[in-house]
């Protein structure tokens, strides 16, 4: 009984950890839209960026457009995808509405007197929130539950569903502004967004899958084991042109960690033939939990 009443609040000490860091995440993301993108007049993807274009055309409140077609998509989802439908998307949605409803028309004028260097500032704060958010298995919603509608019945990725749309937001912003310059912008935002997206989420957890093959490998293997504390797996081989049977290490490791070992290898077998490829995810001890 008390082992279960531990384990119940850890579980609530985790939740609570994750929505406070998401809470984080939302709030540069709000920022990244409200302090540098719309007193810019630049738009960007999403629900956020339709809800700028229709701020822009008709003044209507960001807050109030996000809300209003992500409740949409919400029970659409929830109709089509189930009830269990992420709670943490719902709570971030809420979350983020609030966020533009409170701080919306704070900042009036641009910060920076530079469209580009504000699409690139508001989007690496975009970015970077979304990163927040997506590494506590949080959501914005938007078109990303549109993209799980469609992808229910259509053999589409989200990926491309997502980008899709985006295109399409920020392409309706020129029937509003009438200026090629501001559209350009607006996908430079987009693209700063996913590349701050992408770099948040692997940047320091990048990571390296390497082959060795080399005739010291037990004093490679013992070294990456010991020293680098990273798992070493020998796989048998054979060179074709030799014939000779050889092993080969293969190991997984940060990318950080790949100099000292590239220097100890250099030190045991100068001749040592090595392979590194990065790798997308790794999952398991020592690296990344499988989260869902």
């Known amino acids: 009984m008390f082992t279960g009443i531990v384990n ?26 409200l302090v540098f993108l719309i007193p810019a007049e630049i738009t960007g993807g999403g629900v956020s960026g ?10 209507i409140p960001v807050s109030v457009t996000f809300l209003s077609v992500n409740a949409v998509l919400v ?5 089509i995808l189930g ?51 997506f590494s506590r298995g949080g959501s914005t919603g938007g078109t990303d539950i549109f993209a799980m509608i469609v992808n229910k019945y259509r053999n589409i990725s989200p990926g491309r569903i997502i980008l899709y749309c985006d295109v399409i937001i920020i392409a309706s912003s020129y029937f509003v502004f009438q200026s090629p310059e501001k559209l350009v912008y607006g996908y ?6 996913a590349y701050s997206l992408d770099s948040f989420l692997s940047g320091a957890n990048r990571s390296a899958q390497m082959f060795i093959v080399s005739k010291e490998y037990e004093k490679i293997a013992d070294f990456i084991n010991n020293e680098t504390i990273r798992g070493v797996t020998i796989l048998e081989g054979t060179g074709w042109y030799t014939r000779e049977n050889t092993k ?3 190991s997984v490791v940060r990318k950080k960690e790949t100099s000292q070992i590239f220097r100890k290898i250099r030190e045991i077998d100068p001749d040592a033939f090595i392979t590194m490829g990065s790798v997308m995810g790794v999952y398991g001890k020592g690296f990344d939990k499988i989260k869902m």
């Open 50 to 59: 339709v809800g700028a274009v229709l701020y822009f055309a008709a003044k």
């Open 248 to 250: 080969i290490i293969m």
């Open 83 to 133: 009830a269990n439908f992420g709670v943490k998307t719902i709570f971030s949605i809420l979350v983020l509405s609030m966020f533009f409803a409170v701080f919306q028309g704070i900042v009036k004028e641009p910060i920076v007197d530079d469209m580009f260097l504000s699409a690139v500032l508001g989007g690496m704060a975009c970015g970077i929130g979304l990163g927040v958010v």
């Open 188 to 193: 430079v935002s987009m693209w700063v967004v």
């Open 8 to 33: 119940m609040n850890r579980k609530l000490a985790t939740a609570i950890k994750d929505y406070v860091i998401i809470t984080f995440g939302l709030l540069l993301f709000a920022l990244g839209w």
């Open 75 to 79: 029970l659409i989802a929830i109709k």
